[in-house]
């Protein structure tokens, strides 16, 4: 299917995927730890050490406007995404626009905050008139005994929408509702804390994804979500009122963010699905349901590394500091 | 002691250490990088004509750093135990040296063909420094 009904708006012309080459299996974290806190994730991709959200979003960035064989200068609007931006505050959108050559014209946003973020920012990619890269790039990080850095993936994913794009938006909606002290990272603190109330977290996740697709008039069945395990998404599905196809990548890549549901709709598209319900959780929380009607070509693969866990310690930062010193 | 690159110095060539943003000499039409100074063939001082390059090249040759490294790199080398560094020359002809990236640094060898990406070159001040590397072209 093409999106030729709705051409006068901005539709998806091109995809590009990154991951890290690194990874680690759930195998090494059972001989370290004893046990692996991540369900549903046999194995990780683990961001090398020269490698950040800005690098892995560049490199998704590249591939998604040649993709779409679009000249970087012609792009109108960057719209960048993630949980894990490199600093606090300082605009990495214009880090971006600068290494991806964009021209100085560029209305640059950055959606941060929200594992939803990703989801967000593709929906008003859609909206936008003109054309417009939407890039979600992540790595979480958490304490190293922390169920979600056990989970914690990296890598990203880029869209170029244009009017010309074969991938359109059919219909979104929206849910808000909030669950205090489910995921969170607090002001200066690099790593992620969850309150750690598991019927109620599951409830959190579980019940506004539910009221989100239940307010679609017409979603489609093969559903791509927000995945901060390869568990929960399942979970999800089966709170919602029709049997859904499940589609996420945090079994091969682990918890990817704000691009986590993002890399979720490649993997349908790289399963031949052609219309995907499309849901972008956030904790707070807030939901995004959107539903696209085509599908795009696009890799998951790449050659890979596995490496050890004192490996994987010094490459997520855990043991080695800024200046090559040990915390 | 490593050496010192002030950020306005390094934002001064931010195109050509972004997209390895080269000069062609308007007397002998050499490529040189940067685009600055003289030209590296007939070593007049001219005003290049900018252009980006595809991003791919040949590496002429490659050393391995284990150890040792300049203190900005020094958090670099415990996290990869290795840094390849090459001699590149750019299919435009323009010769440079980068850090390899996205790879085994044993595995890289004079000959091989490799691309243009942007990496993290090291942190200092606060401010990340963020520049060209190469990976070997694996399609």
């Known amino acids: 299917m093409t999106g030729t009904d709705v051409a006068e708006?901005?539709?998806?012309?091109?995809?590009?995927?990154?991951?890290?080459?690194?990874?680690?299996?759930?195998?090494?974290f059972i001989e370290a730890w004893g046990g692996f806190e991540a369900r549903g994730v046999a194995a990780k991709s683990v961001a090398a050490g020269d490698e950040d959200t800005v690098t892995m979003a560049a490199e998704a960035a590249e591939r998604a406007l040649a993709d779409a064989d679009v000249d970087p200068e012609s792009v109108t609007a960057l719209r960048f995404a993630t949980t894990t931006p490199t600093v606090e505050e300082f605009d990495v959108g214009a880090t971006l626009a600068a290494i991806l050559g964009l021209p100085t014209s560029v209305a640059v946003s950055v959606d941060t905050q929200s594992t939803g973020a990703g989801t967000r920012a593709l929906r008003a990619g859609f909206d936008d008139e003109g054309t417009t890269l939407v890039v979600a790039s992540d790595a979480p990080f958490a304490a190293p005994d922390d169920a979600v850095d056990h989970a914690a993936g990296a890598g990203a994913v880029a869209f170029l929408l244009t009017a010309e794009g074969t991938v359109?938006?059919?219909?979104?909606?929206?849910?808000?509702?909030?669950?205090?002290?489910?995921?969170?990272?607090?002001h200066g603190s690099a790593t992620v804390e969850r309150y750690e109330a598991t019927a109620y977290e599951r409830h959190a996740f579980s019940g506004p994804i539910a009221a989100a697709v239940g307010s679609l008039d017409d979603?489609?069945?093969?559903?791509?979500?927000?995945?901060?395990?390869?568990?929960l998404p399942h979970r999800a599905a089966r709170a919602l009122d029709f049997d859904a196809d499940v589609y996420h990548a945090a079994d091969r890549f682990g918890d990817l963010g704000a691009a986590s549901a993002l890399f979720g709709l490649v993997t349908a598209w790289d399963d031949g699905v052609d219309a995907v319900t499309l849901v972008g959780y956030g904790d707070g929380a807030t939901v995004d349901a959107l539903v696209l009607d085509g599908r795009l070509d696009a890799s998951l693969d790449r050659e890979t590394e596995a490496i050890g866990y004192a490996e994987y310690l010094r490459k997520r930062g855990h043991v080695v500091t800024d200046d090559g010193g040990v915390n | 002691m490593g050496a010192y690159t002030s950020v306005p110095t390094w934002w001064n060539h931010s195109d050509s250490r972004y997209r390895l943003v080269c000069?062609?000499?308007?007397?002998?039409?050499?490529?040189?990088?940067?685009?600055?100074?003289?030209?590296?063939d007939c070593h007049e001082r001219v005003e290049?004509?900018?252009?980006?390059?595809?991003?791919?090249?040949?590496?002429?040759?490659?050393?391995?750093?284990?150890?040792?490294?300049?203190?900005e790199f020094a958090s670099l080398l415990a996290t990869e135990d290795a840094i390849a560094v090459a001699v590149v020359e750019l299919d435009e002809g323009a010769r440079l040296p980068a850090m390899?990236?996205?790879?085994?640094?044993?595995?890289?060898?004079?000959?091989?063909?490799?691309?243009?990406?942007?990496?993290?070159?090291?942190?200092?001040?606060?401010?990340?420094?963020?520049g060209s590397k190469f990976r070997p072209v694996r399609e």
């Open chain 2, 48 to 71: 290049f004509e900018e252009f980006e390059p595809e991003g791919t090249g040949t590496v002429l040759s490659v050393t391995v750093i284990e150890g040792g490294a300049p203190p």
């Open chain 1, 9 to 28: 708006k901005n539709a998806i012309a091109g995809v590009g995927v990154y991951t890290p080459r690194y990874r680690v299996d759930a195998e090494t």
């Open chain 2, 100 to 130: 390899m990236a996205d790879c085994d640094p044993h595995a890289v060898a004079r000959g091989d063909r490799v691309e243009r990406v942007v990496r993290r070159i090291y942190e200092q001040e606060g401010v990340v420094r963020y």
């Open chain 1, 168 to 186: 359109g938006l059919r219909e979104a909606t929206t849910y808000t509702e909030e669950f205090p002290g489910t995921r969170f990272r607090g």
């Open chain 2, 23 to 40: 000069g062609e000499c308007p007397e002998c039409g050499a490529v040189s990088f940067p685009p600055s100074g003289a030209c590296t």
């Open chain 1, 219 to 231: 979603p489609e069945t093969a559903v791509a979500l927000t995945a901060p395990d390869g568990s």
